[in-house]
């Protein structure tokens, strides 16, 4: 799964990563948790990509109410396509979420050690992402959902699942929804995704309210 993760780029730095004709409004954070808003970045009309902020926790938009406790933070990629929540998000709502790190725990004898995975050059990258518009009167809710998969080598010996990170050559390709579901199906392939690395840190960021460089410090 995917419940915690950190965008530390700067606003620049994610603009020209994304192609974004705007500079993004985010919060800066090194503890990003689910059930508040997070950057993500989707497709206009016109081809062009816009960064807004969506609630993290996907409310189907049959949903009877859209404060229900069990919002979707994840959704697996191999029922992607079948599920009520996600099957029409995924052919015509993909997003990508930018992030610069995501968190693990590996079990151990003695507890769990907390992983910080990142590029090497701690740049940003994107989560493989849903997003839908829940509304009933006047209420109007934008959430997201990020999409997991099994762990790729790097993962495995840490955890049995992960987020999906979509190449960078096929941002496009993700966020048109005019392209082909399985063809998008077909991005979400984490074992070709490989500039990453697995870095122990300490338990400080257990704690969702815990916040700054710490979480990622190597111990």
């Known amino acids: 799964?995917?419940?915690?993760?950190?965008?530390?780029?700067?606003?620049?730095?994610?603009?020209?990563?994304?192609?974004?004709?705007?500079?993004?409004?985010?919060q800066l954070s090194y503890n990003v948790?689910?059930?508040?808003?997070?950057?993500?970045?989707?497709?206009?009309?016109?081809?062009?990509?816009?960064?807004?902020?969506?609630?993290?926790?996907?409310?189907?938009?049959?949903?009877?109410?859209?404060?229900?406790?069990?919002?979707l933070i994840n959704a697996r990629a191999e029922t992607v396509r079948q599920k009520p929540s996600f099957r029409s998000a995924f052919k015509h709502r993909r997003c990508l979420i930018p992030a610069t790190g995501f968190y693990e725990w590996q079990k151990g004898q003695t507890g769990k050690q907390a992983f910080h995975i990142h590029r090497g050059d701690e740049g940003p990258f994107a989560f493989a992402g849903l997003w839908e518009q829940w509304q009933q009167e006047n209420e109007t809710l934008y959430s997201c959902t990020i999409i997991t998969t099994v762990s790729n080598d790097l993962m495995l010996p840490i955890h049995d699942r992960m987020p999906v990170i979509i190449a960078v050559e096929n941002y496009q390709r993700w966020l048109d929804k005019t392209v082909d579901a399985d063809k998008a199906y077909a991005l979400l392939d984490n074992q070709a995704y490989v500039n990453m690395a697995a870095t122990p840190v300490s338990d400080w960021v257990n704690n969702p309210l815990h916040d700054g460089r710490r979480c990622i410090e190597a111990v």
């Open 33 to 71: 948790a689910p059930a508040r808003k997070i950057l993500t970045v989707v497709a206009l009309e016109d081809g062009s990509r816009k960064a807004v902020n969506l609630f993290w926790g996907l409310v189907p938009s049959w949903a009877k109410d859209s404060k229900n406790s069990s919002h």
């Open 1 to 26: 799964m995917c419940g915690r993760y950190n965008l530390a780029a700067t606003p620049e730095r994610v603009a020209e990563h994304f192609a974004l004709a705007r500079l993004p409004r985010f």
